[in-house]
Protein backbone atom coordinates (compact mmCIF):
# COMPACT_ATOMS: atom_id res chain seq x y z
CA UNK A 1 0.00 0.00 0.00
CA UNK A 2 2.80 2.56 0.70
CA UNK A 3 4.88 1.79 -2.46
CA UNK A 4 1.57 2.35 -4.49
CA UNK A 5 0.61 5.37 -2.67
CA UNK A 6 4.30 6.75 -2.11
CA UNK A 7 3.63 7.52 1.36
CA UNK A 8 4.05 6.55 4.90
CA UNK A 9 1.21 7.19 7.70
CA UNK A 10 2.55 7.90 10.55
CA UNK A 11 -0.17 7.81 13.29
CA UNK A 12 -0.31 8.25 16.68
CA UNK A 13 2.78 11.02 16.63
CA UNK A 14 2.71 14.59 15.72
CA UNK A 15 4.22 16.26 12.57
CA UNK A 16 7.26 18.05 14.72
CA UNK A 17 8.27 14.23 16.18
CA UNK A 18 8.38 12.82 12.70
CA UNK A 19 10.39 16.02 11.09
CA UNK A 20 12.87 15.82 14.10
CA UNK A 21 13.46 12.10 13.73
CA UNK A 22 13.68 12.92 9.66
CA UNK A 23 16.30 15.16 10.44
CA UNK A 24 18.48 13.51 13.18
CA UNK A 25 18.14 10.15 10.21
CA UNK A 26 19.33 12.12 7.37
CA UNK A 27 21.52 15.07 8.92
CA UNK A 28 22.41 13.69 12.30
CA UNK A 29 21.31 17.85 13.18
CA UNK A 30 18.39 19.79 13.46
CA UNK A 31 17.48 22.88 11.23
CA UNK A 32 17.16 26.14 13.04
CA UNK A 33 13.18 25.77 12.59
CA UNK A 34 13.31 23.00 14.82
CA UNK A 35 16.33 23.89 17.14
CA UNK A 36 14.21 23.45 19.99
CA UNK A 37 11.80 20.86 19.99
CA UNK A 38 9.54 20.47 23.08
CA UNK A 39 10.20 17.05 26.12
CA UNK A 40 6.51 15.49 24.56
CA UNK A 41 8.38 15.84 21.11
CA UNK A 42 11.65 14.44 21.89
CA UNK A 43 9.61 11.24 23.60
CA UNK A 44 7.62 11.02 20.65
CA UNK A 45 10.54 11.29 18.36
CA UNK A 46 12.57 8.91 20.62
CA UNK A 47 9.76 6.59 20.82
CA UNK A 48 9.14 6.49 16.59
CA UNK A 49 13.18 6.05 16.27
CA UNK A 50 12.70 2.82 18.18
CA UNK A 51 9.55 1.74 15.89
CA UNK A 52 11.49 2.34 12.66
CA UNK A 53 14.51 1.14 14.05
CA UNK A 54 16.78 3.61 13.91
CA UNK A 55 19.11 2.73 17.42
CA UNK A 56 21.80 6.04 16.74
CA UNK A 57 18.94 8.26 16.84
CA UNK A 58 17.40 6.83 19.71
CA UNK A 59 21.18 7.45 20.72
CA UNK A 60 20.71 10.53 20.04
CA UNK A 61 17.81 11.50 21.94
CA UNK A 62 17.89 9.98 25.06
CA UNK A 63 20.23 12.43 26.46
CA UNK A 64 18.09 15.55 24.90
CA UNK A 65 14.83 13.95 26.66
CA UNK A 66 17.32 13.75 30.25
CA UNK A 67 18.16 17.47 29.81
CA UNK A 68 14.09 18.15 29.02
CA UNK A 69 12.44 16.53 31.68
CA UNK A 70 10.09 18.54 33.80
CA UNK A 71 6.95 16.95 35.79
CA UNK A 72 4.60 17.51 32.50
CA UNK A 73 6.75 14.05 30.75
CA UNK A 74 8.77 12.52 33.49
CA UNK A 75 6.45 9.50 33.76
CA UNK A 76 6.52 8.83 29.56
CA UNK A 77 10.83 9.58 29.69
CA UNK A 78 11.14 6.92 32.35
CA UNK A 79 8.57 4.51 30.80
CA UNK A 80 10.78 5.07 27.42
CA UNK A 81 13.95 4.37 29.32
CA UNK A 82 12.51 1.50 30.82
CA UNK A 83 10.99 -0.20 27.62
CA UNK A 84 13.92 1.15 25.35
CA UNK A 85 16.72 -0.29 27.84
CA UNK A 86 18.59 3.39 28.28
CA UNK A 87 20.18 2.90 31.95
CA UNK A 88 21.29 6.33 31.83
CA UNK A 89 17.59 8.33 30.95
CA UNK A 90 16.27 5.93 33.93
CA UNK A 91 18.81 7.32 36.31
CA UNK A 92 18.02 10.68 35.44
CA UNK A 93 14.81 10.24 35.60
CA UNK A 94 14.37 8.81 39.09
CA UNK A 95 16.91 11.83 39.91
CA UNK A 96 14.95 13.97 39.12
CA UNK A 97 11.51 12.48 40.70
CA UNK A 98 13.80 12.44 43.78
CA UNK A 99 14.47 16.28 43.94
CA UNK A 100 10.56 16.94 42.28
CA UNK A 101 9.85 14.96 45.74
CA UNK A 102 12.30 17.24 47.95
CA UNK A 103 10.69 20.26 46.45
CA UNK A 104 13.68 21.10 44.08
CA UNK A 105 11.48 20.63 40.90
CA UNK A 106 11.42 24.42 40.10
CA UNK A 107 14.65 24.36 39.63
CA UNK A 108 14.97 21.81 37.10
CA UNK A 109 13.85 22.69 34.23
CA UNK A 110 17.21 23.03 32.63
CA UNK A 111 16.73 22.59 29.10
CA UNK A 112 19.60 24.67 27.68
CA UNK A 113 18.73 27.16 25.17
CA UNK A 114 21.07 25.38 22.21
CA UNK A 115 21.96 21.57 23.00
CA UNK A 116 24.73 21.19 20.92
CA UNK A 117 24.34 16.90 20.90
CA UNK A 118 21.46 18.13 18.24
CA UNK A 119 23.11 20.61 16.34
CA UNK A 120 26.46 19.29 15.53
CA UNK A 121 27.10 16.54 13.30
CA UNK A 122 30.62 16.04 15.34
CA UNK A 123 28.98 15.99 18.26
CA UNK A 124 26.34 13.86 17.18
CA UNK A 125 29.09 11.25 15.48
CA UNK A 126 30.21 10.16 18.63
CA UNK A 127 27.32 7.74 19.90
CA UNK A 128 26.95 6.60 16.05
CA UNK A 129 30.07 5.67 16.19
CA UNK A 130 29.39 2.43 18.35
CA UNK A 131 26.62 -0.22 17.16
CA UNK A 132 25.98 -2.83 19.36
CA UNK A 133 22.91 -4.75 20.88
CA UNK A 134 23.70 -3.87 24.85
CA UNK A 135 21.85 -1.02 26.71
CA UNK A 136 21.76 2.70 24.66
CA UNK A 137 23.76 5.51 26.17
CA UNK A 138 25.47 3.73 28.20
Not at 59 to 75: H, T
Request: include cysteine; hydrophobic fraction near 40%.
Amino acid sequence: REGERQEISVRECSIEAVKVLLALMYTSGLPEDLAHPSASTLIEAINLAHRWDSRHVVRMLAPEVAKALDSQVIEAAMEVAVLLNVPKLLHECRQFYHRARAGDEGRLRRRPPHSPALHSPAAAAGPMARDHEGPIWD
